[in-house]
């Protein structure tokens, strides 16, 4: 506690007045203890600026929330687009003929349901797919439309080579062919059909191919051959070594005199991409099957609680497992091959 | 403190930052002693703030650049008004806890300043204005648009009161 000195009342009343109303006055000390006790509630400097700032901000448009509202409106709009579309482009009056864009002059320039497009020489032409995508076909090629509905098409290919572009959900598109049926799964692919052979190559998406042996699913950038009374060829990528391309072939034929040349080939040749066509050997259980699995471990091990000699001893299901380990998209993934609905020329390809 | 003032009025009406910014630091001290008067010192520094943008987006109302002064301090007691009535639980929590957060020099300052509250109204501003803010009586009269005279009975007669209630020795 301060201790002040004993002056004159009077005097000191007056001392206090004079400080209350000067404070550059002589001090006093009774005011003194009063203003000591209050200092701390001396405003915190703040500058004006901040004042500013504030009358700033009040006054500025709020960026962030008109950004996310405007985020918001585009989304809401592009998914109202595109399902707008994406029911216009599904939606397709059964039987209407399918539109023939850009043919040699002597062909027609539509494809009637039931009639046959018959190509020869050098001629091609241009068909658009209803809606879901196109088709080109040239040279020496018979093509017929023998339905059309919505997102349920089918084809018959006599002869010849077409590329096929299908954005649509998988089995849209069915070609029948004099060895089997090609089965569009969402993708883009090559198909030549020969009198009791056809060939597919998949640019992108999966392709299936079946008929009455036994079926198979051929990934991008694999080929597989199907051949009338035959198991389709398991897909073997075309940039592998084209020895084991040919080697490969040859462990599907029955008539290959020297197996296990084949078979050694295809053990040296294979690379870690090329497992899958491993794998697809040993489930048909052809001779050697557990040489190919001990090296398709090597190349890619199996995941855990698969074995080799548990798959040499018949376990389906850990194959089947093994090949879903395969860093490969999934069959029914069309939605992720997006491209395919773009022009040729958009696409990168 | 009228030198230039009608000046820098109209120039912050204009929207000149600089002008402002001057206007700001010579009437802070002034507005935060007529919110203190009648808020907790939590409370007022936030409503200063306030004061000061209400000032700023309403000048070009102010008809007489030259009271200036007066005309913020009747703006910054109609806000104390209206953030008393809207926040007062809030704004006395605040305070409190703050008290108990720091007891030396802040507690004895906020008893200081109860006491203050405690005093009739004529008195607290004017009080506040001197002891805390540090202003002189000419200063205080200039704003508060009190006569010198009535600011000189309301130091005397407020702090004598003041004295007694703090328990401050003679």
């Not at chain 1, 109202?80 to 599904?90: E, H, K, N, V, Y």
């Not at chain 1, 598109?173 to 198909?191: K, N, Q, S, Y």
């Given at each position: 506690m301060t201790e002040f000195k004993n002056t004159d009342h009077t005097d000191r009343e007056a001392r206090i007045d004079a400080y209350l109303w000067d404070p550059s006055a002589d001090p006093v000390a009774e005011v003194q203890e009063v203003e000591r006790r209050l200092v701390s509630l001396r405003p915190s400097r703040v500058d004006a600026p901040r004042v500013w700032q504030s009358h700033e901000r009040a006054r500025a448009?709020?960026?962030?929330?008109?950004?996310?509202?405007?985020?918001?409106?585009?989304?809401?709009?592009?998914?109202?687009?595109?399902?707008?579309?994406?029911?216009?482009?599904?939606?397709?009056?059964a039987g209407r003929a399918w539109t023939i864009a850009a043919a040699t002059a002597s062909l027609p320039n539509q494809l009637n349901v039931g009639a046959a497009l018959t190509l020869s020489g050098s001629d091609r032409a241009d068909v658009k797919i209803a809606r879901i995508g196109t088709l080109q076909v040239e040279g020496d090629a018979r093509l017929t439309l023998q339905s059309t509905q919505g997102v349920r098409h089918r084809l018959t290919l006599d002869r010849g080579t077409v590329r096929v572009r299908v954005w649509?959900?998988?089995?849209?598109?069915?070609?029948?062919?004099?060895?089997?049926?090609?089965?569009?799964?969402?993708?883009?692919?090559?198909?030549?059909?020969?009198?009791?052979?056809?060939?597919?190559?998949?640019?992108?998406?999966?392709?299936?191919?079946?008929?009455?042996?036994?079926?198979?699913?051929?990934?991008?950038?694999?080929?597989?051959?199907?051949?009338?009374g035959r198991a389709p060829t398991v897909p073997v990528y075309a940039d592998a070594n084209p020895r084991f391309i040919e080697a490969v072939l040859a462990l599907q034929n029955a008539d290959t005199a020297d197996r296990a040349a084949a078979l050694a080939t295809v053990r040296s040749l294979a690379r870690e991409r090329d497992v899958l066509t491993l794998l697809m050997l040993v489930a048909r259980n052809l001779p050697g099957s557990s040489e190919l699995a001990t090296r398709a471990a090597e190349l890619f091990p199996p995941p855990s609680g698969v074995t080799v000699n548990g798959i040499i001893r018949g376990d389906r299901d850990g194959l089947w497992r093994w090949r879903e380990t395969l860093p490969l998209p999934p069959p029914k993934g069309w939605i992720r091959n997006w491209r395919d609905a773009l022009p040729l020329w958009l696409s990168g390809r | 403190m009228s030198d230039d003032l009608p000046g820098l009025v109209r120039a912050a009406a204009r929207g000149n930052r600089e002008a402002f910014g001057d206007l700001y630091g010579r009437f802070h001290r002034a507005v935060h002693g007529v919110l203190i008067a009648r808020l907790p010192s939590d409370a007022a520094e936030d409503v200063v703030q306030d004061v000061f943008m209400h000032a700023f987006t309403h000048l070009k109302d102010l008809r007489e650049p030259v009271a200036f002064?007066?005309?913020?301090?009747?703006?910054?007691?109609?806000?104390?008004?209206?953030?008393?009535?809207?926040?007062?639980?809030?704004?006395?929590?605040?305070?409190?806890?703050?008290?108990?957060?720091?007891?030396?020099?802040?507690?004895?300052?906020?008893?200081?300043?109860?006491?203050?509250?405690?005093?009739?109204?004529?008195?607290?501003?004017?009080?506040?204005?001197?002891?805390?803010?540090?202003?002189?009586?000419?200063?205080?009269?200039?704003?508060?648009?009190?006569?010198?005279?009535?600011?000189?009975?309301?130091?005397?007669?407020?702090?004598?009161?003041?004295?007694?209630?703090?328990?401050?020795?003679?």
């Open positions: 448009p709020r960026p962030r929330r008109n950004w996310l509202i405007g985020l918001a409106a585009a989304a809401s709009l592009l998914a109202a687009l595109g399902w707008i579309t994406t029911q216009w482009r599904w939606s397709w009056p649509a959900p998988p089995g849209s598109v069915v070609f029948r062919t004099p060895a089997g049926e090609v089965i569009d799964l969402g993708c883009e692919f090559d198909l030549t059909a020969e009198p009791s052979r056809s060939i597919v190559h998949v640019r992108s998406g999966w392709v299936q191919l079946e008929n009455g042996v036994a079926e198979t699913l051929v990934p991008a950038g694999a080929t597989s051959e199907m051949t009338t | 002064g007066a005309w913020i301090c009747a703006i910054a007691r109609r806000r104390a008004v209206d953030h008393y009535r809207r926040e007062r639980p809030t704004a006395e929590l605040v305070d409190n806890v703050a008290a108990s957060d720091k007891p030396d020099v802040t507690a004895e300052a906020h008893a200081a300043l109860s006491a203050i509250h405690e005093l009739p109204e004529a008195y607290r501003e004017t009080l506040v204005l001197r002891l805390v803010e540090g202003l002189s009586g000419p200063e205080i009269a200039a704003l508060t648009g009190l006569t010198p005279d009535s600011v000189r009975v309301n130091l005397h007669r407020g702090f004598r009161l003041l004295r007694e209630r703090l328990g401050v020795p003679v």
